[in-house]
């Protein structure tokens, strides 16, 4: 076609514009985070390319943007000799060490003064060394040992963000640029979740993910794989200069079109290097990548060289770890524990371990699926996982270390409180038939019932309830209203005050909304929204408690397998009777005022995540006023959520919501629209 028609001139003009065109978008994209085409009009660009090329092969040079899609795969990988060597960190594991470094650093350059240091996220990914030889990128290789390392240039002209040629003409003839290459925590768990589907194996975390894919001899499996990479440090440097300070070499790499962490600032003494690394600790979940801690580095070559080496580490650098977030115990036993509808859930008992900043003893092991899914046995030895507030999590089994006696799990026959039969239903789950015969149900009931959510009694604590409980002094939710002074006076830890206190918290909890009183029996699959969906829907108990399976369905939310629930419990006559007891003892509601037709509902159809602590809200007042607007207000960030309102310390959730382009609003900016609404 028209290409064909291209003298080689013209094609060679031709091609020089769309690599500069293209290199300039990857330079836009990659590194200023600043796209400026569309996807398609990018594509369009590549495959003029390409078809030129195709016409032209004398015109293909190895630094072409059509040349990353991977090459033929390799027998075994070169080694590469690195010119200079490449260092690894000293670590601090706490406030004290860093002190101790920045004390040293001072000793050292004997000042009084304080130090300017370049903080930045430490990556837990594969240190790698870029080489560049006019502008081209001609080598890359793994660190290795520090002296030799892979050479895996191949499966580094894949990554995409890693520019083949540099961007202007100012670098010098010869740069060797160090960094970190990982894999971003949502393609991760993208490439996982296509393993499982596929019945392949999947890898253990984001680090091990990134290694494997670059470790492949075949480096078109390297270019199916999302990696990343920041650049941290220059190696060799001829032929040009870099400025003379860290932080400013980093951004001079940038104008190169080299990927740098936007999280690096620059401070002054160790107190504000310790501000960054709090900071950081709690921003760490919501970044889109793995960090393991903080690198801080003198910020002035010259002070650098002044300080130099021992042994492989610098002195002016050191690595300032977070607390391990995995560590391995000893799996001693499993016990089995009834939650409120009976599910039998299996409770790892560990050997404790200090992980993720806190002691763990208990994690809980889901069902017998997941048992099954790590292969465990009591006796293992287990790999316990515990990030920011995250319920810790055992994570895998190690089978080398399995000891002669270990022992295997399993799902006891009966229910280890009431010794009713344990039945298994179809979502995986165990459960103990004896309903409220059973007093670990019972116990989980009541907590329900006076829980915050619920009917909010204040004082009402798990202790408190365990205490009623065993020493029969309540067997249902009821019984609570007919409690009186002296006996909950005589138990554990209570006295006449704390007692009168209680009594007065449930007469106060007398007075509720059928909403929270629907939730607060505690229905399985009824949580706080489907209580506000059936009492928005039906008004009053009488017609949620004659409704039908079908006739529920019609309710917002409500599919066939909550109905049936619903409809289950209003048909057992303990249920009812319960029900009748707690109207009988003072519990009420007032009626459910009919919508009003002309109150605006600029939310309608609209469906809201809150995260994060509010400070001129709690969130439940948040959520209340956003569903007094017609909004929806569900838990987690799915592809229906319209907005998440972020307060402070937002994590996961506004992370997903980010990288789904959902809009996220601020606090400031809720208060101000809520007042435009509100008008
Ligand atoms: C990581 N892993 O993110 C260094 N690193 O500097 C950063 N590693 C480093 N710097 C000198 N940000 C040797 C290693």
Request: with cysteine; aromatic share 6%.
């Amino acid at each position: 076609m028209t290409e064909t028609t291209l003298s080689l001139k013209e094609a060679e003009q031709e091609v020089q514009g769309l690599r500069e065109q293209i290199n300039d978008h990857n330079y836009r994209y990659y590194v200023l985070d600043d796209p400026t085409i569309a996807d398609a009009s990018y594509d369009r660009l590549m495959q003029k390319l390409k078809s030129i090329e195709a016409d032209f092969s004398e015109l293909i040079t190895p630094e072409s943007p059509t040349q990353r899609v991977g090459a033929a795969p390799l027998k075994e990988f070169g080694q590469i000799r690195h010119e200079l060597p490449m260092l690894s960190l000293d670590n601090a594991f706490n406030e004290d060490d860093l002190n101790d470094f920045d004390r040293r650093v001072r000793e050292r350059l004997g000042i009084g003064s304080q130090v300017e240091y370049a903080c930045e996220p430490k990556l837990d990914g594969i240190a790698v060394s870029l080489l560049y030889e006019n502008g081209v990128l001609v080598r890359g290789a793994t660190r290795g040992d520090g002296t030799t390392g892979e050479d895996i240039t191949m499966n580094v002209r894949t990554i995409g963000s890693i520019p083949l040629q540099l961007v202007g003409n100012d670098w010098p003839a010869r740069l060797e640029v160090r960094g970190e290459i990982f894999m971003p925590k949502e393609g991760f768990e993208k490439l996982n979740q296509r393993a499982k589907t596929r019945d392949e194996k999947v890898f253990v975390n984001p680090r091990n993910a990134a290694a494997g894919s670059l470790r492949q001899l075949d480096s078109k499996v390297t270019a199916k794989r999302p990696l990343d990479m920041y650049c941290y440090s220059a190696g060799i440097v001829e032929g040009g200069e870099l400025p003379e300070k860290h932080a400013d070499i980093l951004e001079r790499f940038k104008t190169w079109g080299l990927r740098i962490n936007p999280e690096v600032r620059v401070v002054t003494g160790a107190s504000a290097c310790a501000d960054y690394f709090s900071q950081m600790s709690e921003k760490r979940e919501s970044l889109p990548y793995e960090i393991d801690g903080i690198v801080y580095k003198v910020n002035s070559l010259a002070q650098q060289e002044q300080l130099g080496f021992v042994a492989r580490a610098p002195r002016w650098a050191i690595a300032h770890k977070f607390p391990a977030q995995e560590e391995m115990t000893v799996l001693k036993d499993v016990e089995f524990q009834v939650g409120r509808t009976g599910a039998i859930t299996p409770v790892a008992r560990l050997e404790p371990v200090f992980v993720g900043g806190v002691t763990v003893s208990n994690a809980t092991l889901h069902n017998m699926d997941e048992v099954a899914r790590l292969g465990l046995k009591i006796g293992d030895t287990v790999v316990i996982h515990r990030a920011g507030d995250v319920i810790p999590k055992v994570v895998r089994a190690i089978p080398d270390r399995r000891p002669d006696d270990a022992r295997d799990i399993e799902l006891p026959e009966r229910c280890p409180v009431c010794d009713s039969e344990v039945e298994q239903d179809d979502e995986a789950a165990a459960r103990c038939t004896g309903g409220l015969y059973c007093s670990a149900q019972r116990k989980e009931a009541i907590k329900h019932f006076a829980s915050r959510k619920a009917m909010d009694i204040d004082g009402l604590g798990d202790k408190l309830v365990e205490q009623f409980v065993e020493k029969g002094l309540v067997s249902t939710v009821a019984d609570l209203y007919k409690l009186t002074v002296d006996p909950i006076a005589s138990l554990e830890r209570m006295g006449k005050k704390s007692a009168t206190n209680l009594v007065s918290a449930l007469k106060v909890s007398q007075k509720t909304t059928l909403a929270r009183f629907i939730y607060g029996l505690g229905i399985r699959e009824v949580g706080e929204a489907t209580a506000q969906s059936l009492v928005s829907h039906y008004r009053d108990l009488e017609a949620i408690k004659s409704a039908t399976t079908e006739q529920l369905q019609e309710v917002d939310d409500v599919g066939p397998i909550v109905a049936a629930h619903i409809e289950k419990f209003f048909q057992q006559e303990h249920n009812l009777e319960v029900i009748d007891e707690l109207l009988k003892v003072g519990v009420h509601w007032e009626d459910e005022a009919e919508p009003e037709e002309d109150v605006a509902q600029p939310l309608e159809g609209e469906v809201w995540v809150l995260t994060g602590t509010l400070h001129n809200m709690t969130r439940d007042e948040g959520k209340a006023a956003l569903q007094k607007l017609g909004a929806k207000v569900t838990g987690s960030v799915s592809a229906k959520t319209t907005a998440l309102l972020a307060g402070e310390k937002a994590g996961s959730k506004l992370t997903k919501a980010q990288s789904l382009g959902i809009r996220v609003v601020t606090e400031d900016e809720f208060v101000n629209l809520m007042q435009e609404w509100q008008q």
